[in-house]
């Protein structure tokens, strides 16, 4: 695999680079002994705890001893090299225990993720030697539990904005500031903080901060909607003295640090939202085969087996793409954030539906606090919104392909030049983007233009993406020659040619994945597999055309018109009465 291609930003152009998604990515055969028997002790124990979930859920608060629990079960170790004590685990495997642990508990997996995914894993990726001997071994037990400092009130999506400042004393530093949301706040002892510091306009720079520093503080437990059980607090620093060589990465590429870590802590993100999914499936499948009504199985209606379809076909395309980017990490690709971000947004997006609709199914008893239908439902809304909104992340996912395709209309390059640098880059991923060049030159359409890896029996559906591909790169290639330096501004144009995007490499993710089923087991064997494949060709298919339709004819300015009133107003003005 050639390390710095990105297959989304490739089809952008016209280019599928199959060899990027083709075979499917598994499991090494060493890792999936220690996986699956990780996952029976998982199930073992955690299935024990569904009476205790829901009081903690109540009580809003997790017990110590049942973090002890998860230390001496090794959740806090997963992706820690064994050489400073961990379980070594790679992407995907570290995606599949994320799936399972979700299947129980949102809060279980939150904690545990959330030390995992991105409260130590800039030391994982940045830090020296050094600081990997000092501090690895004690997050691998639990002794140490990591959270990761980047929100701040009014610095939420407008990350570059924060107003932590860490200034200069001697060699060392002085920190001051706060941080809010901060998952594990109360119970974390490792802080990766995120800080302004001295450079040309205030750069930030990364820094490993531990609760014994003196003036580190933790606020109260927030009285949260969902996920009530995990810790979370504002964090206090009040010139705390940080020693030089805790700087974490390069000083002033703070930056780079913190959006490095969102992208690659997404796999845990949407493999908890893949084992959510799965565990609501099973709830609604139960739910349906034992519940009857006009003397019949409600699963024998037509409208439940409707939900419950699209409900199995939802699940198998996240699977798939959380699957895809786990494999692109673990097969050293370095350009995977389009494709992490497009895994986030329709994973979260699925889970959500997923849960209403099995909630729907189980009626009555699913909005009875007895059932777990509600509190999945409270603790998944917020997968929406944290490790970057969906709405800010569908902006960073269309406009890095337009960045790329503007620079391939030379008659566009002069008005278009700068002008990604400004509206989103408190996110910042999209700022980081900016700043490269697209390393290979091609055309749109071209040898690359069809799979030839697919087998024979896919062809139909090998067609519809590659029909789809040519509407993609006509829509980038169309929006930004319509705006120009307006493109920023026109976000209904960019959510559309974002979900164009999100539905190909979820699609190519599941033609890639029934690709290989077909190739191990044989068609026969792999009949559903060929139905959902069939279901989510003619669903991308349908939703490509209608984005793709609506770039010229849309309703976009009244919608515009409508909400400028309704802010004039403060309200909706029409009452019948």
Known sequence: MKKTLSFMRSLCMGQIEEDIIIPFPKLEASEQSAVKDMINSIENWLKTKKDDFRKWDRKGEMPLEF???????????????????????????????????????????LTAGAHSSIGMRGLLLFGTEEQKKKYLPKLATGEMIAAFGLTEAGAGSDAASIKTKATRDGKNWILDGEK????????????????????????????????DMHG??????????????????????????????????????????AMTILNNGRIGLGGGCVGAMKRCIELATQ??????????????????????????????????????????????????????????????ECLWRTVDESLQIAAGNGYMCEFPYERILRDCRVNRIFEGTNDILRLFIAL???????????????????????????????????????????GIG?????????????????????????????????????????????????????????????FGSVLSRVNSAIEEHGLT?????????????????????????????????????????????????????
């Open 67 to 109: 973090i002890k629990e998860m230390k001496n079960y090794g959740l806090f170790s997963l992706i820690i090299p064994e050489q400073y004590g961990g379980l070594g685990l790679k992407s995907k495997a570290y995606s599949r225990i994320m799936q399972e642990i979700s299947k129980y508990d949102g809060s279980v997996a």
């Open 287 to 348: 739910q349906a085969k034992n519940r009857t009504q006009f003397g019949r199985p409600i699963f024998e209606f037509g409208l439940v087996k409707q939900k419950l379809g699209h409900m199995v076909v939802e699940c198998y395309a996240s699977e798939s793409a959380v699957t895809m980017v786990s494999g692109l990490i673990d097969h050293g690709s370095s350009d995977f954030a389009v494709e992490a971000a497009i895994s986030k947004v329709f994973a979260s």
């Open 216 to 257: 580190v503080s933790s606020g109260p437990h927030e009285d949260k909607m969902g996920l009530r059980a995990s810790s979370t607090t504002t964090i206090h620093f009040d010139k705390v003295h940080v020693p030089s060589e805790n700087v974490l990465g390069e000083e002033g590429k703070g930056f780079k640090v």
């Open 400 to 442: 890095t392909a337009m960045n790329d395709v503007g620079k391939q209309l030379k008659e566009l390059s002069s008005s278009l030049e700068g002008i990604f640098n400004d509206p989103i880059k408190g996110f910042g991923v999209l700022s980081e983007y900016t700043l490269k060049r697209v390393s290979h030159v091609t």
């Open 180 to 211: 809010i949301w901060i998952t594990n706040g109360g119970i974390a002892n490792f802080f990766t903080v995120f800080a302004r510091t001295d450079g040309p306009e205030g750069q930030m720079t990364a820094f490993i901060v531990t609760r």
């Open 525 to 577: 064997k792999s009949t559903k597999e060929l139905e959902i494949l069939e279901v989510f060709a003619g669903q991308v298919y349908r939703r490509v055309k209608s984005n793709f339709g609506k770039i010229d004819n849309n309703d976009d300015e009244l919608i515009k018109s409508l909400a400028d009133h309704a802010v004039e107003n403060e309200r909706y003005i029409w009452d019948t009465v």
């Open 446 to 506: 071209g040898t690359k233009s069809a799979f030839t890896k697919l087998h024979a029996s896919l062809k139909d559906k090998a067609e519809i993406f590659e029909d789809s591909t040519r509407d993609l790169a006509q829509a980038a290639d169309r929006i930004i020659r319509k705006h120009g330096k307006n493109i920023i501004g026109k976000q209904f144009a960019t959510r559309r040619l974002a979900d164009i995007m999100i539905d190909l490499f979820v």
